[in-house]
């Protein structure tokens, strides 16, 4: 049941929150955000929690993202405020994950992407073990890294933050620990003894440390590369060095531009760098809902998530190319709001 897709409880001296939705790869919907910040809520001044832990049913994902196919219905039958509901509602939710005044322990298998990253891309211990592959992927659909991952893009080491927000590519446990997506490598088969260990004990000292992963990532050893390409005041300057260069890489890149939308790669430079202005979790949220807000209506968002969810026929066509992107446009998904649309972070 639907109820059941978040379960809540408490355990020894810890809170824990568990997603239970493996089927959809636990994907993210309204109800479970609202039981995730209704649980911090209760447990931010109760004396016997001491930690949350927050964990995944199933072997293929911690969460996948967020479920968007409500919010893409919508906006077709032409309520776009469904969305603006569902990402006032979840980034309040990722605001107090990274505020909160307990340590929060995330362990995070499988795929962690888009929303995913937003619940446990901001507790204040994030766990990886071997199958970990953490992205935001967002432009593949006509968005933008949101969920506040414009905030660990921001704090990335260089350029890899606009390198990973405008590809949306996958990295594993080695590259998240290198980009700051995770702080722990565990091997997963330790993970239901060291749980059980922090709900007994309420101390996130006995997390074991020292463990490193067992693949090299591919993050450190391309960063010369990334530094020259990503920073390009806009992703028509990247692109165009991504066709000056010969290597591998740059080919695998300059395609993977070409693939996604060209709106979402330019709004994400811009916000990454905005936000790396100003570092913090509140700014970052409030920032890309700008665009978020207005996605449904005026920019690629339902197309791609048509092309990529919804008819599965990978094939969208999105509204404007690097060629033909209008700064206007771009100007306009990222103007400040208005302030009754803003999101109230502390209701």
Known sequence: ???????????????????NRPKALNALDESMAFTIEQALDQWRDDPEVKLVIIDAEGDRAFCAGGDIAAVYKAGRAGYPQVGAEFWRAEYRMNAKIAEYPKPIVAFMQGFVMGGGVGVGGHASHRVVGESTQIAMPETGIGLIPDVGGTLILARAPGRVGEYLGTTGNRIGAADALYAGFADIYLPEARWPEVIAQLAESGEASVI????????????????????????????????AKLENLPTKFAAETLATLRRN????????????????????????????????LRAVEHSDFLEGVRAQIIDKDRNPQWAYSLDTLPEALVTKLLAPLPREWEIDFDA
Request: aromatic letters at 10%.
């Open 261 to 292: 939308s060209a709106l979402s790669e330019e709004c994400t430079l811009r916000l990454v760098r905005m936000t790396r202005a100003v570092p913090n979790i509140r700014e970052a949220l409030s920032n890309e809902f700008r665009f978020t």
């Open 208 to 239: 074991p440390r020292g463990f490193q992963p067992e693949y090299k990532g591919f993050l450190a050893d391309r960063r010369p590369e990334i530094e020259a390409i990503f920073g390009g005041k806009d992703i028509a300057m990247i692109v």
């Open 1 to 19: 049941m639907q109820e059941d897709w978040m379960i809540a409880r408490k355990e020894g001296r810890a809170g824990r929150l568990t997603f």
